[in-house]
């Protein structure tokens, strides 16, 4: 049977690391290379990856970008330097954002490099005949991709809304979804992240109107923070700053960088002397300042968060001074985005957020849209991704009501080996499909010991038992070093008594062997400690012969 097999390795149940492989005999169109952000669990760890070993045993024609939000480009650079890939395909602005990723990484050269344009011709790419359809979304550039294949047409809608007045007039193109539709669709994979939200998602023009409300009423210094991808967000908030005669200072590194691609590939408009640089804010009265900086998400090292703690070398926040928050935080950043909020309040600035004001809106289409989009593409078969359970599970939903069978509707998981053919869509089999770990330099599996680990270091922190052995003699009473250890005084003194009193013992039986002493000292001081405090710290025992 002539199938193309749909292989998601990031993007389902859950919101990140977007990454879906179209496979037909051993070749290979990979869409979307993402990343996510380490939950609490993940102690250290600085990004995680989609497990992409898969791609190893394919030879992969191409790896498609939708759009340029790291859940959706963040792990290019990661799989470009473990993977054989022939090219990459993106629209204008994601490629300027990944040419950047990659030279930090050093792989400037490391895979062709293509610009693609929703106006283009289909694409050859293998067996697949690529197409790609206007989307609005929260940053420019943003396209669906059609796959024609021998076993169906296939829609992977990327993240979308239907916003009919767009900053830059870039609307959804509904004409090219309709038409799709009349072609025959026989599997769309929808964007699921706000299908539980009824009714419509607001357009980005909101948000600009809410600055052009809030802005010129105040006279103190404009903080306004966003994701840093947000060009429109952020040309809106310059739009008014120029209004009412504010000089603009970005702040944060990704922003200046974001910043200066959109200039240089026009996708942002701002005239000479408006920017300049913070060092420069000194010379200038508050009611003619804005900051436009990162740390929405209430980053510990962002530029924000450092401004709250009062920390940043060129940018203060004093009272009467109004801080925009234009961003929603992502799921399990709330904690920090409040204390970022709570700082900024207590020196005496206003903080404006969601919550209190229409100073952000998704980029995500609602249920409304997501029935629109199903109506326009009629497709004989729907798999919702990019979404948590509950999500696609809402997404699913909206399908049925909108007359898609419920035997074609596909509620697949991460690893889910999906086959389309004439016949129809289903579920064949399951790969193995985890996490990779970032931590620092390595990139890899990091083992679920150094993890559980350092859970414990967190919770119950380490004790080190220092022992010193002469010969067949211990020469003094051992050593405690605590860190993270709450508890102090008489109970460290029995730790240290009990460690001692192991010792003798095992010496004076003749018991000489380095790997036996330390392990007798890690039972019994790590006994002790459970009976009076209930808690396992890290036990450390080192003996030291003299």
């Given amino acids: 049977m002539d199938a193309v097999r749909i292989i998601p390795l990031g993007g389902l149940g859950e919101v990140g690391k977007n990454m879906t492989v179209y496979e037909y005999r051993g070749e290979v169109v990979v869409v979307d290379a993402g990343l996510a952000f380490p939950r609490d669990e993940h102690l250290g760890v600085d990004l995680v990856l989609p497990d992409f070993d898969y791609l190893r045993s394919v030879d992969v024609r191409a790896i498609v970008l939708t759009h340029g939000h ?20 993106a629209t204008g602005l994601t490629l300027g954002l990944i040419k950047s990723k990659l030279d930090e990484h050093g792989l400037g050269n490391s895979t062709e490099l293509r610009e693609v344009d929703p106006a283009d011709p289909p694409i050859e790419v293998g067996p697949f005949k690529l197409e790609f359809v206007r989307m609005a979304h929260s940053i420019p550039d943003n396209v669906a991709v059609v796959l024609d294949t021998p076993a169906g047409l296939i829609v992977h809608t990327s993240d979308y809304k239907l916003d009919h007045t767009p900053v830059d007039g870039m609307r959804t193109d509904v004409g090219k979804l309709a038409e799709l539709g009349n072609r025959g669709v026989d599997l769309c994979l929808g964007d699921s992240t706000n299908a539980e939200r009824p009714g419509f998602t607001q357009s980005e023009r909101v948000v600009g109107e809410a600055f052009r409300q809030i802005i010129p009423l105040r006279k103190g210094k404009i903080f306004v923070t966003s994701f840093a991808s947000n060009v429109h967000r952020v040309q ?11 000089k603009v200072a970005i702040v944060g590194r990704s ?100 919550e209190i004001a229409p100073v952000h809106v998704s980029g995500h289409a609602c249920e409304e849209e997501i029935r629109t989009v199903i109506g326009l593409l009629r497709p004989k078969a729907l798999m919702p991704v990019h979404g948590e359970f509950r999500m696609l599970a809402a997404h699913a939903k909206l399908g049925r009501e909108a007359g898609v069978p419920a035997s074609a509707i596909v509620m697949a998981e991460n690893g889910s080996v ?24 390595s990139v890899g599996d990091l083992s679920d010991v150094a993890l559980r680990d350092r859970r414990r270091l967190s919770e119950d ?7 010193t052995v002469n010969g067949d003699a211990s020469t003094a009473r051992p050593e405690l070093i605590a860190r993270g250890f709450p508890e102090t005084g008489p109970v460290l003194e029995e730790m240290r008594d009990e460690a001692a009193r192991v010792l003798q013992e095992l010496l004076r039986s003749d018991t000489s062997e380095i790997k036996l002493i330390q392990e007798h000292l890690h039972d019994a001081v790590g006994q002790l400690i459970y009976d009076r405090t209930r808690r396992r710290p890290l036990i450390l025992p080192v003996v030291v012969e003299v």
């Fill in 70 to 89: 790291e859940d959706h480009v963040g792990s290019l650079p990661y799989v470009l330097r473990e993977i054989k890939v022939a090219q990459v395909l």
């Fill in 236 to 246: 809106q908030a310059i739009d008014v700053a120029i209004q009412t005669n504010r």
């Fill in 255 to 354: 922003m200046r960088k974001n910043v200066n691609i959109a200039r240089n590939l026009g996708y942002m408009d701002v005239p000479e002397g408006v920017i300049v640089r913070p060092q420069e804010l000194e010379g200038l009265r508050p009611d003619q300042q804005m900051i436009v900086t990162t740390g929405s998400q209430g980053e510990p090292m962002s530029a924000l968060t450092r401004i709250a703690y009062d920390d940043h070398p060129a940018v203060k926040v004093e009272p009467g001074d109004t801080v925009i928050i234009s961003a929603k935080p992502v799921p399990g950043n709330e904690l920090r985005v409040h204390d970022s909020i709570n700082r900024l309040a207590k020196i005496g600035a206003e903080v404006l957020h969601q």
């Fill in 418 to 441: 999906i086959e389309l053919s004439r016949k129809g869509v289903r579920e064949a089999e399951r790969i193995e499909s985890g996490v990779t770990f970032v931590d620092g330099l």
């Fill in 461 to 467: 922190g380490v004790l080190i038992i220092v022992a």
